[in-house]
């Protein structure tokens, strides 16, 4: 599913049916020739690729008014309503804070809840919008030039439609196993918007804007332990009760706190009995075996997948995960895992995850729990080392003839870090940290969609009102997991006595139990801060995965001349120099990086190294307002 909403800066002016030819080209790769929806009007294109049960088109007439047209990708609901989809009542709402404050759309999207984009053309105002969810975790892509502005679901269509190159200081974070920069995607000027930014056209006037309200801040409120728990017991059942009506079909289950926390929501809903809980299985995990019982005392279903035994993915099997990926880098292990849901989940149209529920225990800034004497600063060296991105591999730059030096890739992947933490200046580093572990959530889900293609991937504990209630509690009350634990009891008591993958009890924090999870937090700390220190992370990919299907795919794509020439020399040098570990890691990226140029043909090959620090935290205006 995808769409493609192409503005003029031209006063009025209204693209030729001719235009219309790219967008259905683009969007039939991208979901395999589905019928298309399409909209215009004076200044506007807008075309779409609907899956049914992931986008709502809805249209509303009131009386004296001109039409309105909203597309809603993903599920969203209002607030102070139990129903998760996009309905009359929702549009007016939204519309009406729209018009009332149109050069803060953002606010508009804080009364609603959910993963979702939406795109509105209000005739009534000639005025368009394109917004998502609060952080933006259901998220666009756009860019622009002289001539119009193109806002997409896929980076890959924007950089087609403006011609737009490969980025290269993305496509180098790829070769170091990490995500674009915060903002960025594999193309060179082709951003993603994140938390409180929107897309205005003026159509009468000819004018766009990237509309940002501020919403880094320090987020929690003043209220004790009982209270909070409550309140995230409450919004974790809010959310089962509003997805009730999107019929979660399966739910991702392991034995880790987050996955039972949602399993408990159901629980406590009376909806676990309906679901099917995926459990994925490795040899020797525990995750496992935990999840089975979970799932057992639910009296849920179970869909059972050994992950050990899956097949080896095919070359073409991974080259068109590559172009689902929209141009993000791919490891095989997430081609094996989307092998697996196709021939698996087919049958299943709604997926649940429980992505983001470590927000609501320490996971994410344990690292800085021997730091106390520096409360306001965070360690941007030590998270990027640790928790963002992967070990620089000096072989792969020189290699590739890239002329990058590693401080300055650093740079460029830190610098929206860096300036979210300028921006919360005086908060509290463990809030600060908060804001950056939702960042990371939004780039994993960037990518998340595509690991279920033709089901709806809700995301509930990414849901304004859960997150709201998480980051609203002090960082104290979430110390080694108190809060969820204590909130899991609240939801589904029966689930205390099995013990999580570290062997405790999942029971909330007391004397009974302060031994064990002390021992759990010292053991976790010498893990990562002595016993790993210095040494790269395993490979991901199982040795007996063999490059061999995809050297030659890589040495056709290479002759064919569609690798940039950075990619083509590095793909020589692994045929000759290379270790198979290396070849595991970079030959796939070197198929996967010329499938997307194939499909998107308008691409232009070379790669740009420039660091275009762009728009974050900031207005944009497309064309520039001219004085006098």
């Known amino acids: 599913m995808a769409f493609i909403l192409r503005i003029s800066l031209g006063r009025g002016e209204t693209f030729a049916a001719a235009s219309a030819a790219p967008e259905a080209a683009l969007l039939r790769i991208c979901n395999d020739g589905r019928e298309l929806f399409e909209h215009a009007a004076p200044g506007i294109r807008l075309a779409v690729d609907p899956v049914a049960h992931d986008c709502c088109v809805l249209r509303r007439r009131r009386a004296g008014e001109r039409e309105i047209l909203a597309v809603c990708f993903g599920w969203c609901g209002l607030l102070d309503q139990e129903n998760a989809r996009l309905d009359e009542r929702t549009l007016d709402a939204v519309v009406a804070d729209l018009r009332a404050d149109p050069r803060h759309p953002a606010r508009a999207a804080a009364r609603l809840t959910g993963n979702f984009v939406l795109v ?26 002289e001539r119009e502005v193109v806002v997409s679901s896929r980076a890959a269509a924007v950089a087609s439609l403006l011609q737009a190159p490969i980025d290269g200081m993305a496509w180098t974070a790829g070769l170091r196993g ?19 930014q929107a897309i205005v056209a003026d159509l009468a ?27 995230l017991a409450e919004a974790v059942r809010r959310s089962a009760r509003r997805c009730a009506g999107l019929a979660p079909e399966f739910v991702d289950l392991t034995g880790g706190n987050d996955s039972r926390l949602a399993a408990a929501g159901l629980h406590a809903e009376g909806l676990a009995s309906s679901a099917v809980f995926q459990v994925g299985e490795n040899a020797g995990d525990a995750d496992g075996p935990l999840a089975r019982e979970i799932a057992s005392r639910l009296g849920a279903r179970i869909l059972l997948r050994n992950r050990d035994g ?8 991974f080259a068109s995960c590559s172009v689902r990926f929209d141009g993000y880098f791919m490891s095989l292990g997430n081609a094996r895992r989307m092998w697996a849901d196709r021939r698996d989940y087919g049958d299943y149209r709604y997926h649940w995850g429980s992505l983001g529920g470590e927000l609501a225990r320490d996971y994410f800034w344990r690292h800085e729990y021997l730091k106390f004497w520096s409360p306001r600063q965070v360690d941007m060296p030590y998270l990027l080392k640790r928790r963002l991105y992967a070990r620089w591999n000096d072989r792969f730059a020189a290699a590739a003839g890239l002329a990058v030096p ?20 005086g908060a509290s580093k463990f809030y600060v940290l908060d804001l950056l572990y939702v960042v990371r959530l939004t780039q994993k889900t960037a990518v998340t969609w595509a690991y279920a293609p033709d089901q709806t991937v809700v995301l509930p504990f990414l849901a304004k009102e859960f997150l709201d209630a998480a980051l609203g509690a002090a960082w104290w009350q979430r110390a080694n997991r108190r809060l969820s634990l204590d909130v899991l009891a609240r939801l589904a008591p029966g689930l205390q006595d099995i013990p999580n993958d570290y062997g405790m009890v999942m029971a909330p924090l007391a004397w009974s139990t302060l031994g064990a999870h002390v021992k759990s937090l010292a053991g976790d700390v010498l893990r990562r801060r002595i016993l790993n220190r210095g040494k790269s992370r395993p490979a991901s990919v199982p040795p007996r995965v063999l490059p061999g299907d995809f050297a030659p795919r890589a040495r056709e794509l290479e002759q064919n001349g569609v690798l940039p020439p950075e990619a083509a020399r590095l793909v020589r040098w692994l045929e000759q120099e290379g270790t198979e570990a290396e070849r595991l890691r970079a030959i796939p990226a070197m198929v996967g990086l010329g499938e997307v140029l194939n499909a998107y043909p308008a691409i232009r090959r070379e790669m740009s190294f420039e660091v275009d620090d762009g728009s974050f935290l900031s207005d944009v205006e497309w064309p520039p307002s001219r004085t006098g």
Not at 180 to 195: D, L
Not at 310 to 317: A, N
């Open 406 to 425: 590693e401080t300055a890739h650093d740079d460029y992947l830190l610098a929206p870090l860096r300036k979210i933490a300028r921006h919360m200046d």
């Open 178 to 196: 990490a995500f674009p920069a915060v903002h960025g995607t594999m193309f060179q000027g082709v951003r993603r918007a994140w938390a409180g």
């Open 120 to 145: 509105i053309h209000d005739p009534e105002t000639s005025r368009a919008f394109v917004l998502s969810d609060e952080w933006a975790v259901r998220s666009f892509h756009y860019g622009g030039n």
């Open 205 to 231: 006037a000819g004018s766009v804007r990237l509309a940002c309200d501020d919403r880094f801040f320090d987020h929690h409120v003043s209220r004790s332990f009982d209270e909070s728990a409550q309140a």
């Open 310 to 317: 899956e097949k080896d993915v095919p070359v073409d099997f």
